[in-house]
């Protein structure tokens, strides 16, 4: 058991943090004021166009895509992918400088894997140019979501076209002026076995019948320019070919979907809970209680010292994880993504809050990047399902395996 990355690895890594100390790290507040200046909000500023065209020179591109995926992407395993991530997560909106942020990176893997060749020409060739964005619509307001089979959104056959009805909420990506096509999941056939009702089709955001309702805030962020859209489709046609793989199939792309997804987020949390810790040594050297550095104080050594052991534990998990899915494959590894994705939203949390009380009132402000990465961590315990969700899971399968092995 190696605990070094690979040489291909830090490579990258260090090309990476490069690039990143000298073109993310000098505009981040600069894009930040933009964002919140931007008169057209859901229009990504021209800075990061320019930036994305650097980061295409710098071969910093389409880095999450997997070998299985080439010649698209940049051919890493999970394992080689994770400390990029990482170094991504530490600046929010970094991500799309490199063509790596989320909804399009699942979006890709699923026209990639499942789409036809003309979805690939027509939509996925412009979402590896970075030329487009794009938005999945899963959630639903009305019903339960984290448990999918409850998706009451109807996609009906008519002839040659489907016809789509219903209301979606949280369609990440949706809100962006960029934003040109949706990957929908409904149900085909309500009467099939409960996993086999649903499917996911294309449905470009300029159809007739799709109608943008508003931003949905995430803990009073709005995440522009690219939100979180409340979406209606009332009569939405598409044609027949549209449809991903096949009706009945959509349960399966989902979960085939969200296995890389999960541990893409807890990488970039490692990143964001990294740059909060970072953030709070800094502060803590710099600012004076009771005659002192805040350093110099027990209680707050001792909270360093723990945020330092929190981010390391989540770290080697999520490594683990990576490892097990590239050697094993995301369905075998399916218990240590679950229990990825229940530590690291929940460390990220942790080691966050204490950074924001190093901070006092200038940890909650905007002159902080500290209350937007809570915001995104304290997110990510919903996203891509919740706490509870993973847990019941995680705990069935345990003592299933128990029970069955102790039978033999």
């Not at 919740?386 to 033999?408: E, F, S, T, W």
Request: hydrophobic letters at 40%; aromatic letters at 6%.
């Amino acid at each position: 058991m190696h605990f070094d990355y690979s040489p291909k690895t830090q490579a990258l890594l260090d090309r990476l943090n490069q690039f990143m100390d000298e073109h993310i790290y000098p505009v981040e507040q600069e894009y930040i004021e933009l964002v919140d200046n931007n008169p057209q909000r859901w229009t990504t500023p021209a800075l990061m166009h320019e930036l994305k065209e650097k980061a295409k020179k710098a071969d910093l591109w389409n880095l999450f895509l997997p070998e299985e995926y080439l010649p698209y992407g940049a051919g890493l395993t999970n394992l080689e992918y994770a400390p990029l991530c990482e170094a991504m997560g530490r600046v929010l909106w970094s991500p799309e400088v490199f063509n790596c942020s989320a909804p399009d990176t699942g979006n890709m893997e699923v026209l990639s894997k499942y789409g036809s060749e003309a979805h690939k020409k027509q939509w996925l060739e412009p979402l590896l140019n970075g030329e487009i964005r794009s938005a999945f619509a899963m959630t639903e307001p009305a019903v339960a979501s984290s448990d999918a089979t409850n998706i009451e959104t109807a996609i009906v056959r008519d002839g040659d076209e489907y016809v789509i009805n219903g209301r979606k909420w949280y369609t990440s990506g949706a809100m962006n002026t960029n934003c040109k096509i949706m990957v929908v999941m409904g149900k085909t056939d309500t009467s099939a076995e409960r996993h086999r009702q649903q499917s996911q089709i294309l449905v470009p955001m300029d159809t007739p019948g799709v109608t943008v309702v508003r931003p949905m805030k995430a803990i009073g962020f709005y995440d522009e320019p690219i939100g979180h859209a409340e979406v209606l489709f009332e009569n939405v046609r598409v044609p027949a070919s549209n449809l991903l793989v096949g009706e009945g199939e959509g349960f399966a792309i989902a979960q085939g979907r969200l296995g890389p997804g999960r541990i893409h987020h807890c990488m970039r949390l490692i990143g964001c809970a990294q740059r909060a810790l970072d953030l709070a040594c800094e502060r803590v050297e710099q600012r004076i209680a009771f005659g002192q550095p805040l350093s110099k104080q027990q209680s707050v050594r001792e909270s360093i010292a723990q945020m330092h052991c929190d981010i390391e534990q989540a770290r080697l998990l999520t490594l683990k994880a990576a490892d097990k899915m590239d050697r094993y494959g995301n369905k075998v590894a399916r218990d240590i993504i679950a229990a990825i994705k229940i530590v690291a939203p929940n460390m990220a949390c942790r080691v966050i809050d204490q950074s924001i009380q190093m901070h006092g009132a200038a940890g909650t402000s905007q002159d902080f990047v500290l209350s937007a990465i809570y915001a995104y961590a304290r997110t990510i315990k919903l996203a891509d399902g919740p706490d509870q969700v993973h847990m019941m899971q995680l705990g069935r399968n345990l003592i299933k395996d128990h029970v069955g092995a102790n039978k033999k």
